[in-house]
């Protein structure tokens, strides 16, 4: 089995199309993106190659020069050290936890159970499997290969820096979110200065009206752009409750533009928003900026009365 076959080189076609695209050009016209950060280390790489060295006709030194480091995400032209995750909050138990959830939803892969995809790790991993090509190799009453991540989970280096940063601007722009921003921080400063997230935060804005699309209401807030809800902290990280096991229906996941697929790459800037598990739970599958999950609900409610 080729791991770097036909479905891995479509998906890094679809990514240098979308890094040469004018949409990858305004990333680039705004944002440094210079490579920075830690990789994953050999060690780890040759582990994972060794427990899949059985299945695949990859030699390690292949699979090594796949290995990839974050890009900054801080403006073009800024002073100081590039930082692939800048910290803008001020330091607490919220913001701990706020952090975490855009660590885990831009940069890892979701859970699994390490009989061949790694429970966790980062979205630049170099071995990457289809869903077919996992299944081919999976064994549950054997050892866990721990060996890759799921080729619809992967990214690329700017396609994750891109999504970073839309992300960083909903988070920033939630309800309230305003008091808890470390307005001395140099990683603050450094954004002010020329106003790059306000500027990006317009970008979002106009792309997403382009499809008559809404994600901040008209105070400027992030919102649910399925339920239109405005969303508050408590939705994005609540320190009184684990909200992995106490679920609420407006806390807020990763919502897709275009759905995960074995054919191409879904991280990455204006393909995320934020949507309560509510939105998610409504608009399914279905591509936001298309017009079918809307006909899909008018024709629902084409078929029931008005209420009395």
Known sequence: MDIYGDEYQQCQDFAKKFEESEIGKHYKDNFCLKETGRTVTPSVV???????????????????????????????????????FPKVFIQSALTKKIDGKTDTSIFSTPGADDY??????????????????????????????KCAIPLKEQTTPFMMATALIDWMVYTMNVDKMSEFINY??????????????????????????TYNRTVFNEHGNTICPIIHKELEISNVADITRDNRTIIDKYDIQMGHISSRCNECYTIYGTNLVMMTREGNRIIGEYSFIEEEWLNVLRTILSQFPPPC
């Open 46 to 84: 040759n582990a994972a190659y060794n427990n899949i060295k059985p299945y695949i006709t990859n030699s390690l030194e292949e699979v090594q020069s796949k290995v990839r480091k974050k890009l900054c995400v801080l403006p073009k032209g800024h002073v100081g050290r590039c930082s692939c």
């Open 116 to 145: 061949v995809f790694k429970n966790r790790a980062t979205r630049l991993f170099p071995i990457a499997l289809t869903n077919k090509q996992e299944r081919s190799i999976r064994q549950p009453q054997g050892n866990k290969l």
């Open 184 to 209: 001395n921080s140099e990683t603050y400063k450094c954004y002010h200065t020329n106003n790059s997230m306000i500027n990006h935060k317009n970008f979002l804005i106009y792309y997403f009206n």
